[in-house]
């Protein structure tokens, strides 16, 4: 009898002292520095905010290649800056000397057939995107000058009344281009 004992609590004391193991390896997920998206795409001259959570602050940032984005940090939010097209990464590191890394995409705006369009009043003109993945939204910075509206890669511009406004572009990857329009 005294031999089941011994071995009922040689048992209970293992397990106690597995799950103490198991449950402690857990937190080491809570320490790693976690960024609010995956990854950074976008144009050269846009910039993106991304913020880090986790980790302990204060935190360093660096670009791993400037000529492709800089980065600037103001608490936990990265203001991440495109140059020129290409790859490169963003490495942060917190007080505890932990790092993780950003891949940042520098990608060339959509192209378009025209850059800038002229329409007069009550006609409409088109453009064709020549780049991106459809579908392609349109908004217009100032709907009482134009209108716009999408069909397949072709965005059909209606002038409303005479001035200066601009049409921004975006595909199904959010990836942006601008068309400058005049109504007379």
């Known amino acids: 009898m005294e031999l089941k004992n011994v071995f009922r609590t040689m048992m209970v004391a293992v397990c106690c002292l597995g799950a103490a193991v198991l449950t402690s390896c857990d937190n080491e997920d809570n320490n790693k520095i976690?960024?609010?998206?995956?990854?950074?795409?976008?144009?050269?001259g846009a910039t993106a905010k991304v913020a880090i959570s986790n980790g302990t602050q204060p935190y360093s940032v660096r670009s791993v290649d400037e000529k492709v984005a800089t980065v600037k940090l103001e608490k936990n939010v990265m203001t991440i800056t495109g140059v020129k097209e290409g790859k490169t990464s963003i490495v942060v590191t917190d007080k505890k000397k932990i790092s993780a890394t950003l891949a940042v995409n520098v990608i060339k705006p959509l192209?378009?057939?025209?850059?800038?369009v002229e329409v007069t009043v009550g006609k409409e003109e088109t453009v064709v995107v020549k780049s991106g993945k459809a579908p392609y939204t349109?908004?217009?910075?100032?709907?009482?000058?134009?209108?716009?509206?999408?069909?397949?890669?072709k965005i059909m511009i209606k002038g409303i009344k005479a001035?200066?406004?601009?049409?921004?572009?975006?595909d199904k990857n959010k990836l942006a281009g601008t068309v400058v329009v005049t109504v007379k």
Do not use: E, H, R
Request: a positive charge; charged letters at 20%.
């Open 111 to 116: 192209d378009f057939d025209k850059q800038q």
């Open 34 to 44: 976690k960024f609010s998206v995956p990854q950074v795409n976008m144009i050269p």
């Open 163 to 170: 001035g200066t406004t601009t049409v921004s572009v975006l």
């Open 138 to 153: 349109a908004i217009v910075k100032d709907n009482k000058i134009a209108t716009a509206t999408v069909k397949d890669s």
